[in-house]
């Protein structure tokens, strides 16, 4: 049993936690690129990692279009897109390296799902970069989708790496990692 004084420190104690805590408001494309910056000490190498999407692509019956299960699947079906003035084609050859290399798309499977189901990917843009662009996707059944990908990179005025990262999927901010399409 606590007593009265105990409950009231305890009490006082969860209060300035909470109050010391970061706000949990999100951050805007346009507000973060107006916050005031700092540049890195000289001689400190970061790596700062590139940035890619992942998009789970469904029908109308929530069945995966990248699954070899899914009758119909898309996975040798003709995509394209554009972005910054390219056009990338799935499927495609790609490679894989480590430092950011925009291949298109590629397809990821779901680490956290024990299946076949796969998440179709577009990447990786420079996590160093700005970018305000849109990539533009025909699908195999004609449709098409515009996904706005909003990326900056600063160094706050601690001297430590930050970055904000959005997508839109046609002019609806995406809440989540996962862009989910049904088609």
């Known amino acids: 049993m606590y007593t009265m004084r105990a409950k009231i420190k305890w009490l006082i104690w969860v209060l300035v936690a909470i109050m ?8 805007t494309f346009e507000a973060f690129l107006k916050k005031r910056s700092y540049s890195p000490e000289k001689g400190m ?9 992942q998009m789970e692509v469904t029908d109308v019956q929530g069945n995966n279009l990248f699954s070899e299960t899914t009758p119909g ?15 990338f084609l799935w499927p495609s050859a790609r490679t894989k390296a480590y ?12 680490w956290y799902k024990p299946s076949d189901e796969m998440l179709f ?13 849109d990539l533009c996707i025909t699908w195999p059944d ?10 900056a990179f ?7 790496p930050e970055q904000y990262t ?12 996962i862009i989910h399409l049904s088609k």
């Not at 010391?20 to 951050?27: G, H, L, N, R, Y």
């Not at 950011?100 to 990821?108: D, E, P, R, T």
Request: aromatic fraction near 12%; hydrophobic fraction near 35%; proline fraction near 5%.
């Open 73 to 87: 699947n898309w996975l040798s079906e003709q995509i394209s897109a554009t972005f910054d003035g390219k056009e």
């Open 45 to 53: 190498i970061w790596d700062i990692g590139p940035v890619y999407f």
């Open 142 to 151: 004609g449709s098409t989708d515009v996904i706005r990908v909003q990326h």
């Open 121 to 133: 990917c577009f990447g990786e843009l420079d996590g160093t970069k700005k970018w305000d662009k």
């Open 99 to 110: 430092l950011a290399v925009l291949k298109g798309f590629y397809l990821l499977p779901r």
């Open 166 to 177: 959005g997508f839109k999927l046609n002019g609806v901010p995406i809440d989540g990692g």
């Open 154 to 160: 600063r160094w706050n005025l601690a001297g430590q």
């Open 20 to 27: 010391m805590m970061p706000s949990c408001e999100k951050d």
